[in-house]
Each structure stands twice: as C-alpha cells, then as structure tokens.
C-alpha cells in the first residue's frame, strides 16, 4: 500500500515540486478508507479536518441545492476533495 500511495502523490499535482520518496504513512498521519458502492463518506456541513486522495475507483460529490436541484460531480483515481 505504501508503494501505490507514493506512486499516486508523486503524479499528482499538489505535490508536483516536493522530495517524497522518504516520506512514509506514519509522517504524514494517514488512514486508509474503504468504501462501499454508495456509501457516505461526509454530508454537506459536516465538520471536518482531513482532505481524501482518491486511490483507485471513483467517488459521486452530490450537492442538493433549493427547489430539488441536485448537482454531480465524478472524481476518479489521483483526485483530491474534502
């Protein structure tokens, strides 16, 4: 899992000019999540401190606006949201 992390920051944008190849899990205090097809991960106003880096599959951000107007949008591996 490390190695497929690592992989993932060094193409990833937000890291583009920084050193990570003797960073480790532990440094940068991370957890790994898996989730289930529909799942929720947060809801609109939660609280919350983290950012999540998409490894592999994808994630729907579903915001509901007033009158039933619901707007989507799909991020896939390397993607950051939170």
């Given at each position: 899992m490390q190695n497929n992390i690592t992989s993932v920051l060094k193409s990833n944008e937000l890291f583009k000019n920084t050193n990570i190849s003797n960073i480790t899990l532990e440094d940068l205090n991370l957890k790994i999540i898996?989730?289930?097809?529909?799942?929720?991960l947060f809801k609109n106003g939660d609280i919350s401190n983290s950012i999540f880096l998409i490894l592999?599959?994808?994630?729907?951000?579903l915001k509901k606006h007033s009158f039933s107007k619901t707007t989507t949008l799909i991020l896939s591996a390397n993607e950051f949201f939170g």
């Open positions: 898996t989730l289930e097809e529909g799942e929720i592999e599959g994808e994630v729907n951000l």
